[in-house]
């Protein structure tokens, strides 16, 4: 993961120091103190200097630091790492990344990080981060904190970095957990949940190309539930095994708002779990919600919207839907019973290999605005929506409440027989099946091949509302 993604600035510094934030140091001026940045980022991005780790550490006095470590050369002065790790007590957030070209190399980095850590203590210590830059199955692992304490961290990021220490102290009172691409050395499934449990108000948990051993007890129902009651952020992805299955089944996370789930490539997805996680979880934001829109992509589904009363928004989003029968077992539940005032938008996104699954989207109810983006699966989509469907005595259309449609690489005839088909529908007086509304908005793409002559009746049927992009 590159650093830059994470938020740090685009800049390589050994060491960044708030020691002018301190009420009790003198603050230099803004030039002095760029200059301090601007000499350390130089020497250490042009290998010929040694960065003047002295002088920064002198200036900054006793105020907390903030460490940024990235991409450590080859040929660098352990030195100058260990005087940073011999002031641990004065850092306040830690983000390190190592990228050595040879196990030798971050073993001797590694070795010093392990040295310092075990038995040091970070009283100031609010986040930690630690990459090892490396082949995905080359874990490093490290013995951190063993007998030092971090009563002040609250975010931990581990990624192809493994701990000896999985039941240490340290690992507790988080509010965010992040680990991706441990596949060696790292915790059994039960020893997350108990990590998980030492944090009681933890609000951010994604959890990435892990692999959890399973105990043996967890292979039968789950007997222990752990409950995280302030959890917002919820992401399982490819854990491998039955992993997730297990997972969602153990943890209780009321309060979430963001749930992304990606199952890899296990041949059989551990939906009904998922289902008993999401359903009554997201059921119950989606029916105390105005306006939700459904995203529908060649590898994932995204429900997101927005709740009544307030500004955060929820978003379920399960990658690799592949399997159709998963659709009424994890989306078309989260809509069951149907909302009469929800309005519903759908997002179509797919490639030539995929094509709209018509047949699970029917059900959807209140859907008022249809997006398809890119030329595929429009002309299908224009033909069901043209027609009804059902059986002798009830037929119905195809989302009569729909106003809005966005469309692209269809020809124009096809769209025009659909919105006078409708138009006409919305006309006809009496029958069973509930009368579709007026376009209000149509939006056609500059695939869409329209004669002059069709365009102007689709006006006399959308009016104002009728756009085409080749006409811009």
């Known amino acids: 993961m590159d650093a830059a993604s994470e938020g740090y600035p685009p800049m390589n510094p050994f060491l960044r120091s708030s020691w002018c934030q301190s009420s009790n140091a003198s603050c230099p001026t803004r030039s002095a103190m760029s200059s301090i940045q601007s000499t350390t980022t130089a020497s250490h991005n042009s290998g010929s200097a040694t960065p003047n780790i002295d002088n920064d550490l002198a200036r900054s006095k006793n105020a907390p630091l903030d460490i940024i470590l990235r991409r450590l050369p080859e040929g660098s002065d352990p030195k100058n790492w260990e005087k940073i790790l011999g002031v641990v007590s004065r850092w306040r957030t830690a983000g390190i990344w190592f990228a050595g070209r040879g196990l030798e190399s971050r073993g001797e980095w590694g070795s010093i990080l392990e040295t310092s850590l075990q038995n040091a203590t970070a009283p100031m210590l609010t986040s930690l981060r630690l990459h ?33 220490n999985w039941d240490s102290p340290f690992l507790s009172n988080l509010t965010t957990l992040s680990l991706s691409k441990i596949f060696i050395d790292g915790p059994s499934l039960s020893q997350l949940l108990t990590i998980l449990e030492a944090c009681p108000d933890i609000e951010v948990l994604r959890l990435a190309d892990c692999n959890f051993a399973l105990d043996a007890h967890l292979r039968t129902p789950p007997t222990r539930r752990v409950h995280l009651l302030h959890i917002s952020t919820f992401h399982v992805h490819r854990l491998g095994t ?124 209140g859907v008022t605005k249809v997006t398809v983006d890119g030329p595929y699966s429009g002309a299908i989509l224009v033909e069901a929506l043209g027609s009804v469907f059902g059986d002798d005595e009830v037929t119905r259309w195809l989302w009569p409440k729909l106003r809005g449609l966005e469309i692209d690489g269809v020809l124009g005839p096809r769209i025009l027989a659909m919105a006078e088909a409708r138009a006409l529908a919305h006309t006809e007086q009496g029958g069973q099946q509930q009368r579709p509304v007026v376009f209000e908005g149509l939006v056609l793409g500059r695939q869409c091949h329209i004669s002059s002559r069709t365009l102007e009746k689709l006006k006399n ?3 104002e509302g009728l756009e085409w992009k080749s006409l811009e």
């Open 132 to 164: 090892q830059i490396s082949s995905p199955r080359d874990n490093f692992t490290a013995n951190l904190f063993r007998v030092g304490t971090t009563p002040r961290l609250r975010e931990l990021e581990l990624e192809t970095f493994c701990l000896r």
């Open 242 to 365: 039955d992993a997730s299955d297990h997972l969602l089944r153990e943890i209780d996370a009321p309060s979430c708002r963001d749930f992304d789930i990606h199952w890899g490539t296990l041949a059989v997805e551990p939906a009904e779990a998922c289902s008993e996680f999401i359903t009554p979880l997201f059921r119950s934001y989606i029916h105390s919600a105005e306006n939700v829109r459904i995203i529908v992509t060649s590898k994932f589904v995204e429900v997101e919207g927005n709740t009544r009363g307030r500004d955060d928004g929820f978003r379920v989003k399960i990658h690799k839907l592949a399997s159709r029968n998963l659709w009424p077992i994890l989306i078309l539940p989260l809509f069951t019973p149907p909302q009469p005032t929800l309005q519903l938008s759908l997002r179509f996104n797919l490639d030539r290999d995929h094509e709209i699954p018509l047949d699970d989207v029917r059900g959807l109810p």
């Open 461 to 463: 049927i959308v009016g």
